[in-house]
């Protein structure tokens, strides 16, 4: 089965683990773009497209929290998977109300960030079909044809 | 007041039972010693708080009998009679500790004032007493509860500042994991060692999460949710959660609830988290076969369970330890010790209670108390629902 690649942006302060997490996906045939802090994430999102942001919750400057907010009122249909450092999941709770995909817990277990990220991309891949038909329909019913 | 009896000590039969006569009449409750040593040993099988004693008597005579009770009773009051001529035996009794002295012939109301001021010194000492020991207590409470959430800080502190770099560790290692796992790095030398290795690291990197984790558990920031919780509700999830385990030790759940089991006001995450700690420690306790039973009913303003095991118990020697932080009868790797400690540090913050039983080699039973808390967050303005703070 050829795979498509996940087109993931992966936004942490932590340079190290960025680079670590990137070659791990990347080795895994994914395409990863990496930003270090909550703006450079949004400079990201005007320039490439992106299915699946892997965000860091506890950056300095703009917070994980900030960034998705931004995030969501930009780019409603880019899904967000939060990474938090602090064990409390009620911050990622928080998150996932303001629209965020899932969270994980750091350090986490590989397998579950794939499954994570494949059904995100499912997701929004439905989505984004979803709104193709209706567009499709409307542009039918306008042109008279139903 | 209390109604500990008064005691009447006099060698003249009929002037001490015309005075218990008299002051039974008044609504007292009175017993009578003929001697010193008659008193004494009254004294030894019930307490008395007031003593009226005469100083005159063969044998020990009041003055002895004052400073034996002084002695050995501190906080009983003795009243002196002495004769008429002889005044001094009450102040130099006074100088000994009796409360005070009256001369003979004595008045009835003036003894019984005496009595009851005796009776209000002792109430009003015992009332200090207990307030100063409840402030001792409170002091101590404070004390540990401020420790432990500095504790809990410098915890949480580590916790997040290990888990980053945890986190590139894993991923290092799951990188080069991926790379060896190809075709053609099939025949590298050494590859086995190579493989082991990592496998090392992997398994480390889990069991060091699994500590940070709990630890960051256990420092939780205070504002708890507080909504509705079914606590059956939510042991039924935990149960479905544990399944996979449960099934696997063939181990006997039953469930008793009482039928009208009211949803009470707390933080279901927590209460999640509690049960989950319990019933996985009740699992790990149990041979394969065991039992567990959970009971949950109502109790005054909250919900009691009670969870009881088949599993090997806890020797007698540990009981004290097991709320401490890092005890554990596991093998390192297999548990990080704080699971109870946690659970301690939850009930505590839900204003619960949590007591455990044990006998070595018959089970374990945990009955944990957890009040409905809308009342309390009433209170307390701080607490708003879903109110989130960093």
Redesign the interface.
């Known amino acids: 089965m050829v795979s498509i690649p996940i087109n993931i942006l992966l936004v942490d302060d ?1 340079e ?2 960025v680079e ?2 990137s ?2 996906l990347e ?2 045939g994914e395409k990863v773009f990496t930003a270090k802090s909550g703006s450079e994430c949004i400079e990201c999102l005007e320039k490439q497209s992106i299915d699946v942001i892997i965000l860091d919750l ?1 950056m300095p400057g703009m917070d994980g929290i900030e960034t998705l907010k931004h995030i969501k009122s930009q780019h409603p249909l880019v899904e967000v998977i939060m990474l938090t ?7 990622a709770v ?1 998150g996932m109300k303001l629209g965020a995909f899932d969270y994980l ?4 277990d ?1 397998d579950t960030l794939t499954l994570k990220l494949d059904a995100a991309r499912k997701r929004k891949d439905e989505q984004e079909e979803r709104i193709r038909q209706a567009e499709a329909k409307l542009l039918l019913r306008r042109s008279g044809v139903i | 007041m209390n109604q500990n009896p008064v005691m009447i000590v006099d060698d003249e039969e009929d002037f001490r039972n015309a005075i218990v006569r008299r002051l039974k009449k008044r609504g007292l409750n009175v017993i009578a010693a003929d001697c010193g040593e008659t008193a004494l040993s009254y004294m030894e099988s019930q307490p008395v708080d007031v003593i009226v004693s005469d100083v005159k008597m063969p044998g020990m005579d009041g003055i002895d009998l004052l400073k034996i009770i002084k002695n050995k009773y501190p906080a009983s009051e003795i009243i002196l009679l002495t004769g008429h001529a002889n005044a001094s035996d009450g102040v130099s009794g006074i100088k000994e500790g009796a409360f005070d002295y009256l001369s003979k012939p004595i008045s009835l109301e003036h003894l019984i004032v005496k009595i009851n001021q005796a009776k209000e010194t002792i109430f009003r000492r015992l009332e200090k007493q207990k307030e100063v020991s409840f402030k001792e207590t409170i002091k101590q409470k404070m004390i540990a509860t401020e420790r432990l959430a500095s504790l809990g800080t410098l915890a949480a502190g580590v916790a997040h500042e290990i888990n980053n770099p945890l986190a590139i560790i894993n991923e290092a290692c799951g990188w080069m994991t991926t790379i060896l796992s190809y075709e053609n790095m099939k025949d590298i030398p050494r590859k086995i060692d190579l493989d082991k290795a990592l496998k090392k690291i992997d398994n480390s990197v889990i069991r060091a999460r699994q500590i940070t984790h709990h630890l960051l558990q256990f420092s939780r920031k205070p504002d708890c949710r507080i909504t509705d919780v079914s606590i059956d509700e939510l042991i039924t999830e935990t149960i479905q959660l544990l399944k996979k385990e449960i099934s696997l030790k063939d181990i006997q759940i039953s469930e008793q609830k009482s039928s009208l089991l009211p949803s009470i006001g707390s933080d279901p995450g927590l209460i999640r988290q509690i049960f989950l700690n319990l019933l996985t420690n009740a699992i790990h306790a149990c041979q394969t076969k065991g039992t567990i039973t959970i009971d949950v009913y109502p109790e005054n303003n909250g919900i009691r369970a009670d969870i009881n095991d088949s599993g090997v118990g806890i020797p007698e020697e540990n009981m004290d330890k097991i709320f401490e932080p890092f005890y554990t009868t596991k093998s390192p790797g297999e548990g990080t010790g704080l699971g109870l400690f946690v659970i301690k540090g939850i009930v505590e913050q839900l204003k619960g209670t949590i007591s455990l039983n044990s006998k070595y080699g018959e089970g374990t039973a945990v009955s944990i108390f957890l009040p409905c808390l809308y009342q309390l967050e009433k209170k307390s303005k701080g607490v708003k629902n879903g109110k989130h703070t960093h």
């Open positions: 932590e190290d683990f670590m997490l070659l791990r080795e895994k506890k450092g602090h064990g409390t999941a009620e911050t928080d817990i750091k350090p986490s590989f």
